[in-house]
């Protein structure tokens, strides 16, 4: 889900696995286990909510346009 508010991009991707977030150790080699980075780095500030018995969203707040 996407919602901009007073400026700022509200994201939020969920899933109803009941595995937890984990970020991975950085490895130049693999293809995948970098979202979490990528997250980190573009957002002001993000989070990981439990849904229910299983599920979880991610979620994370950014500034769009000037600054």
Known sequence: MLE???G???ITVSDASG???QR???DDS???GRG????D???????VEVIGSYGKAVWA???VGRT
């Open 24 to 26: 991975q150790a950085p």
């Open 8 to 10: 700022k991009l509200h």
């Open 36 to 39: 979490l980075d990528i997250v």
């Open 30 to 32: 693999r293809a995948s």
């Open 19 to 21: 595995n937890p977030v």
């Open 61 to 63: 707040v950014a500034k």
């Open 41 to 47: 780095a573009l957002a002001e500030e993000w989070g």
């Open 4 to 6: 901009l508010r007073s």
